[in-house]
């Protein structure tokens, strides 16, 4: 495979479901630019039983054929067995994908990274279903150690038992934290299986291109009315057509971004650091808190006075046009690591004042 071309967009149904459809599909995203390979599922990991599987080895037939006919065109496909390995590879297969549920499984991982040895093909790492980065590089780090030269992360979003609006929950700090911790690693986002629905597909690609992800996974079915998996999320061919127009891919002239993001980074350093001085403000503040409550033998936790200060500061976050849930989110966080501070604060004037 030749270099990694930016951006790098993988793009085709949600499943093998017929020759035809599968090269109706491949042909529609084959004609957009950037598109470099198609992915179909093969065999699909169903969460509840009694939907459609995939049709596994069929689905490699038509590959092969439909290789034949386009000798250009490269497939990609999911693997979760050693034995989806050597079937896929039997029939000339460019890439694979490793699911979601599969990264979370270090057995299967390294099944998997061990039939692949030798494959010398691109192998796409999905993070696991948990909120955590830890599986997603561990999984990462099996292929590699397995001597796969070419590994991407997919961020496909994470598992929420809360209604978000979202099928999965973006939660870009993890792929964020994954960049800075392996900022060698190619990252594309699947903005299909994190929206869940095909309206909300392009304001998620949107965010993940402007964040710097190196590509992007979509489903596109040539029919999505009649999928059989995912038929709500998989864009038409010319939604997809849309939404690839409408993409601000990143363009060469890297230098003179970096250049007037220079100063506006510099900006940014100064709001970090008075940050990080008010918080240790606040920390102090904390503390004297904690020795009047001490003193009086009042409890740490005070409820009504929590309630008023979360209403009040949320009223000032919405007049200042600022989410009202990321503010919600930081507040919730300070304050339980004010009430952390007064507790451990406590204890060791205690201890301090039990010695000799
Ligand atoms: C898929 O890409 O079709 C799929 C099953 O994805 P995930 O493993 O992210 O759920
Ligand atoms: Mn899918």
């Known amino acids: 495979m030749e270099p990694m071309q930016k951006p790098f967009v993988v793009a085709g149904p949600c499943s093998a479901e017929s020759c035809s459809q599968l090269e109706r599909s491949a042909s529609d995203v084959m004609s957009i630019p950037h598109v470099v390979m198609i992915r179909c599922g093969v065999w699909k990991p169903r969460t509840r039983p009694g939907g459609f599987e995939g049709m596994g080895e069929a689905a490699l037939v038509w590959i092969a054929e439909i290789k034949q006919r386009h000798p250009d065109w490269r497939f990609c496909c999911e693997v979760a067995r050693p ?27 390294g099944e998997v990274a061990q039939a692949l040895k030798g494959c010398g093909i691109p192998v796409l790492v999905k993070n696991a279903p948990m909120p955590d980065v830890a599986p997603w590089i561990g999984a990462i780090e ?88 995912d ?78 200060l979360l209403s009040d500061r949320l009223a000032r976050a919405e007049r200042l046009g600022l989410s009202q849930q990321f503010v919600k989110e930081i507040l919730e966080k300070i304050h339980s690591e004010s009430i952390r501070v007064q507790i451990d604060d406590g204890g060791k004037r205690d201890e301090d004042a039990n010695q000799p």
């Open 83 to 109: 034995r989806h390995v050597e079937l896929a590879m039997s029939y000339g297969i460019d890439a694979v994908w490793i699911g979601a549920r599969t990264t979370a499984d270090p057995f299967s991982v």
């Open 142 to 229: 099996r292929f590699e150690a397995a001597g796969v030269a070419s590994v991407m992360a997919v961020h496909r979003g994470f598992a929420t038992y809360r209604d978000s609006g979202l099928r999965n929950s973006p939660l870009w700090d993890i792929p964020i934290e994954l960049r800075r911790l392996r900022g060698d690693l190619p990252i594309l986002c699947d903005p299909s299986h994190i929206a869940g629905h095909s309206d909300k597909v392009g304001h998620i690609a949107t965010m993940a291109m402007a964040m710097g992800f190196d590509g992007l996974m979509v489903e596109v079915h040539d029919n999505p009315s009649e999928a059989l998996t």
């Open 231 to 308: 038929a709500e999320q998989q864009l038409s061919s010319s939604q997809f057509a849309s939404l690839m127009e409408m993409l601000r891919m990143p363009h060469d002239d890297e230098a003179v971004a970096e250049q007037r993001l220079a100063d506006l980074r510099l900006a940014i350093d100064g709001v970090d650091e008075q940050l990080l001085l008010l918080l240790h403000q606040r920390m102090q503040l904390s503390k004297s808190i904690a020795a009047v409550k001490r003193c009086y033998d009042l409890p740490v936790l005070q409820s009504r006075r929590w309630n008023a």
